[in-house]
């Protein structure tokens, strides 16, 4: 089973995750930690252990999906991902969305959490899209 864990600079992954909870119900197997201005840094490295401890419980791999590449966030969790002495293994996947979020229920049943990130990708890859109007059909739906 894959566990997942959302981090992000400010609240972010906290409300991503109530807001994927609006439309799904509890979600049992995602994790937040976010950075805040006031914590500083190396809270968020002792906060990220902390509920990377808690994500690890029970899972195959902890997937972490980061608001974006490069960021604090991004960091702190690559450092666990390419660590061989992370158990279990941890993948990183940055530009977290509410689609990518919900789709990580398709992704629950993996074992590699590496195969569950690159699953997870081809997933949501879909749901980016640009709005244009459909002229042939009259509908509410946008």
Same mark, same amino acid.
């Given at each position: 089973? +894959? $566990?997942?864990?959302? /981090?992000? $600079?400010?609240?972010?992954?906290?409300?991503?995750?109530?807001?994927?909870?609006?439309?799904?119900?509890?979600?049992? $197997?995602?994790?937040?930690?976010?950075?805040?201005?006031?914590?500083?840094?190396?809270?968020?490295?002792?906060?990220?252990?902390?509920?990377?401890?808690?994500?690890?419980?029970?899972?195959?791999?902890?997937?972490?999906?980061?608001?974006?590449?490069?960021?604090?966030?991004?960091?702190?969790?690559?450092?666990? /991902?390419?660590?061989?002495?992370?158990?279990?293994?941890?993948?990183?996947?940055?530009?977290?969305?509410?689609?990518?979020?919900?789709?990580?229920?398709? +992704?629950?049943?993996?074992?590699?959490?590496?195969?569950?990130?690159?699953?997870?990708? /081809?997933?949501?890859?879909?749901?980016?899209?640009?709005?244009?109007?459909? /002229?042939?059909?009259?509908?509410?739906?946008?």
């Amino acid at each position: 089973m +894959i $566990h997942v864990m959302v /981090a992000s $600079h400010g609240p972010l992954a906290t409300a991503m995750r109530e807001s994927a909870e609006m439309v799904y119900g509890t979600l049992q $197997h995602v994790f937040t930690v976010t950075l805040t201005g006031e914590a500083g840094i190396e809270a968020f490295k002792q906060d990220f252990a902390r509920v990377l401890k808690n994500a690890s419980q029970g899972a195959d791999g902890v997937l972490v999906l980061c608001d974006m590449q490069s960021g604090t966030p991004w960091n702190v969790a690559c450092q666990y /991902a390419f660590s061989s002495e992370v158990s279990p293994p941890v993948s990183v996947i940055g530009g977290v969305n509410l689609p990518m979020l919900l789709l990580t229920d398709e +992704i629950l049943d993996f074992q590699d959490v590496n195969a569950a990130a690159a699953q997870l990708l /081809a997933l949501t890859q879909p749901t980016l899209v640009v709005a244009e109007i459909n /002229a042939s059909a009259q509908s509410d739906d946008f």
